[in-house]
């Protein structure tokens, strides 16, 4: 991988935590909801992003380095997601666990799902 790729990735994953770290800012609450959001939020853009350059490699590899490891991988949140279900957990919080846990994974594959699909549709255009 070259460097200047690497760069590009590092950017945006700078920029992908600023994010996260803002909508977080944006939706305080006692359930984590901000992580919530932003799993489901940014696996819709990786999936558009996939769905976009499928069979065509239209985006160059800096470019998908960038949005899809850098932006995506630094906005999105497995582990926060991982503790703040392990917290919930501990709490005997059993139903509010399940929910974001159900969620969460159902969520992002879905996302992951339709962004293919508008992303196909975008390139179709």
């Not at 935590?17 to 305080?28: E, K, M, T, W």
């Not at 069979?55 to 960038?66: A, P, Y």
Request: aromatic share 12%.
């Amino acid at each position: 991988m070259k460097l200047i790729t690497l760069v590009w990735i590092g950017f945006g994953g700078a920029l992908g935590s600023i994010g996260r770290a803002y909508v977080n800012h944006l939706i305080p609450s006692i359930f984590p909801w901000s992580t919530l959001i932003v799993n489901i939020v940014g696996s819709l853009i990786l999936g558009a992003i996939v769905g976009y350059d499928m069979n065509n490699d239209r985006l160059q590899s800096t470019v998908k380095g960038f949005l899809v490891i850098g932006f995506c991988g630094g906005f999105t949140t497995f582990s926060t997601f991982s503790f703040q279900a392990l917290q919930q957990l501990e709490k005997k919080l059993f139903h509010e666990a399940a929910f974001s846990i159900i969620t969460t994974v159902v969520g992002t594959i879905l996302a992951v799902w339709i962004g293919i699909k508008l992303g196909k549709s975008l390139y179709e255009l």
